[in-house]
C-alpha cells in the first residue's frame, strides 16, 4: 500500500484492508485514540521512518520487542514492512 509522508499507519490499514486486529482486538478497540493497546504491529523494516513512540505506547509497549508499535499512534515518514497481529 502507498502512504503519504505523515499517514497514520492504523487508518491507512484500514483504507486498505488490511486487518490489524486479533478477535479480541476487534470487540474492544478504542477506535484509534491510543487508549486499548490493541493495534499492536511489528514493524519488520523502516524504523527510522516512523514517529516517535507516544508516552502512552511507551507504557503499553514495555515489555514488547523494540520493533513493535501501536498502529494508531504511528505516523509513516517512508517505506516500512509490517507484520499484523504479532505474537
Not at 58 to 75: F, G, I, V
Amino acid at each position: 500500500m502507498v502512504a503519504a509522508d505523515g499517514a497514520n499507519l492504523r487508518e491507512k490499514a484500514i483504507q486498505n484492508g488490511v486487518d490489524i486486529y486479533t478477535f479480541g482486538g476487534k470487540l474492544m478497540n478504542c477506535g484509534g485514540y491510543g487508549q486499548c493497546g490493541t493495534c499492536i504491529v511489528a514493524i519488520v523494516e523502516g524504523l527510522e521512518n516512523l514517529s516517535a513512540k507516544t508516552d502512552f505506547e511507551q507504557r503499553c509497549l514495555k515489555k514488547k520487542p523494540e520493533n513493535y508499535r501501536l498502529a494508531c499512534q504511528t505516523m509513516v515518514n517512508g517505506p516500512i514492512s509490517v507484520q499484523t497481529k504479532p505474537k
